[in-house]
């Protein structure tokens, strides 16, 4: 846990805590108890104002469902390259790896992220890849399973991840998506696999409890 992330790992220990998410009581995961001081901390941090929230830092209704599917449904990555694409807190690739997937690379636009999959990781007991970068960038076929929760919530990121998911698709790379039914969720080539009712913070996503469905792409 050293190198470029150990700055924002020792961060992340000062302003977060451990936790089990509701749906997820087997993993362990560092997450903000308040957003609006771990986004204040952040922007001290860094020395930089008006930036995102600290999406990293909480255990997202759509993640919290497709770790639950990984982990239930082990076939799925059993043995496989796993993606999992804008991954937040790391939590769907180390739920991954516990369902014993071959290897999972966490992948999100924010260094925080990529700097909590790891520390994250290790409080569980597995080792996923991470790095902070655009998703689309890498080939589908270098994955066996992309699993993507939570990713349609803004038109700029929604509608690129779901062209570049559906080429994956289409490629013959397995694609899992966890959502609750964000606003610019994808509306064809859908199968439902899973319907999950999810204890939530209401200031995250408004209700106490948060339907959410996993579903498979399938190819158009």
Known sequence: MTGEHADRIAFIRT???????????????????????????????LAEKGLPPPFWAFAWAGGQALARFAMDRPEIVKDKRVLDFGAGCGMVAIAALM??????????????????????GTENGVMPKAFAGDATTLAPDDFDVILAADVCYDRRQADPATAWLRQAVNAGTEVYIGDPGR???????????????????VALEQYPITPTRVWRLTAS
């Open 99 to 120: 369902a014993g997937a071959k290897d999972a690379l966490a992948v999100d636009l924010d260094e925080f992220a990529a700097a909590s999959a790891l520390l994250n």
């Open 15 to 45: 302003h977060a805590t451990v936790e089990s998410p509701p749906l997820t009581p087997e993993l362990k995961l560092w997450l903000a108890k308040e957003a609006t001081e771990l986004w204040e901390a952040t922007e001290e941090f």
């Open 183 to 201: 606003r610019y969720f994808p509306d064809e080539d859908l199968e439902p696999l899973a319907d999950y009712d999810i204890p939530t913070p």
